[in-house]
């Protein structure tokens, strides 16, 4: 029985399909640390697709990050039917898990940003932005087709947005055949008339994010945390 094992983990490729079985946080926080050789290993490819962090063309239907689903709720939550209460808000993004303690969460190499948010990854998003005011509605569509879509590309576009001003947003994933796109980024705001304050302080910008998205957002005067 050693024998067995031992030349399992002994033998890169088999131990690389073992360790993509594991639960997702156990696999990138828990098995480099083991040995050098399983960190190694967790850099293989077959490891690598099983941590969305490169592209899984294999998948027949799409399936969700499960360890995104579970940081970051208000991306991968149902839209609903009022579009007044769509599930990205200040608020929602205050709420999440690690919003405590977003130190590690907001550096520029955190490794969230670099995960894919389904496989087979998405490759074309559309920005779609609404805008209510005193003359009714009028809306802006982006097309966005450099993919693989990354989860620092999606919380770039949505997070400073509802930090700035009163919006919400809600993300859309398409997977019928003759779609416009793989996935729909839907922001909506009504126009103030007066300036208001952030929603949000800058512990919710990314540090990897654009400088146009880290620096465009506030004053000299606002009162948060320089970068």
């Known amino acids: 029985m050693s024998t067995a094992r031992d030349t399992v983990v002994s033998t890169p490729e088999l131990l690389a399909l073992i360790l ?133 590309q999606l919380y770039d576009l949505a997070v400073p947005f509802v930090a700035q001003i009163a919006s919400s947003f809600c993300v859309r994933w398409h997977t019928e055949v003759d779609r416009e796109a793989d996935v729909t980024l839907a922001r909506i705001y009504t126009m103030q008339c007066t300036s208001t304050p952030p929603m949000l302080g800058r512990q919710f910008i990314s540090d990897g994010a654009p400088e146009s998205v880290k620096n465009g957002w506030w004053s000299d005067e606002d009162d948060y945390d320089s970068e």
């Open 20 to 152: 993509a079985q594991l639960p997702m946080r156990d696999l990138l926080l828990t098995a480099p640390l083991i040995s050098k050789t399983w960190h190694e290993v967790t850099l293989s490819p077959t490891v690598q697709r099983a941590l969305f962090f490169q592209p899984d063309p294999s998948p027949s239907a799409p399936i969700t990050n499960p360890l995104l689903m579970e940081v970051f709720p208000p991306f991968f939550a149902p839209e609903g039917t009022n579009r007044w209460a769509w599930p990205g808000t200040a608020s929602s993004i205050a709420s999440m898990p690690w919003a405590k303690a977003p130190e590690a969460f907001k550096r520029a190499d955190a490794s969230w940003r670099r995960m894919l948010l389904v496989q087979p990854p998405a490759q074309k998003m559309i920005v779609v932005e609404t805008c209510h005011g005193q003359m009714g509605d009028s809306e802006s569509r982006t097309v966005l087709h450099d993919g693989p879509l990354r989860m620092g």
